[in-house]
């Protein structure tokens, strides 16, 4: 057991562990790509020091609706057209 306690990788991989796992509502939120994302995080790093604002963060992360492509800004991939209307079949989206 000592061993393992005096392990460098061992205390990296753990503090890499508890980083991700802290940090997981905000990784949700940027991964589906809600609204409101800068709350989210402020929400996961402010609150997630408390018993409550962790899991708050991380139900905020689920449950915020999800950014349309249109409100994305220019140049993000959206330029005012869904994805799923282009069929993609040789033809080019306008640009």
Same mark, same amino acid.
């Given at each position: 057991?000592?061993?393992?306690?005096?392990?460098?990788?061992?205390?990296?991989?753990?503090?890499?562990?508890?980083?991700?796992?802290?940090?997981?509502?905000?990784?949700?939120?940027?991964? @589906?790509?809600?609204?409101? &994302? !800068?709350?989210?995080?402020?929400?996961?790093? #402010?609150?997630?020091? $408390?018993?409550? /604002?962790?899991?708050?963060?991380?139900?905020?992360?689920?449950?915020?609706?999800? @950014?349309?492509?249109?409100? &994305? !800004?220019?140049?993000?991939?959206?330029?005012? #057209?869904?994805?799923? $209307?282009?069929? /993609?079949?040789?033809?080019?989206?306008?640009?």
């Amino acid at each position: 057991m000592d061993a393992l306690a005096g392990s460098y990788v061992f205390w990296i991989s753990l503090i890499v562990v508890l980083v991700t796992a802290y940090l997981l509502p905000s990784l949700i939120g940027l991964l @589906r790509g809600v609204e409101h &994302l !800068p709350l989210l995080i402020i929400l996961n790093l #402010l609150g997630g020091l $408390t018993c409550i /604002g962790w899991p708050a963060a991380f139900l905020a992360a689920c449950m915020l609706p999800k @950014r349309r492509l249109d409100d &994305l !800004p220019h140049g993000w991939g959206g330029h005012g #057209l869904r994805l799923s $209307t282009w069929s /993609g079949r040789g033809h080019r989206p306008p640009s």
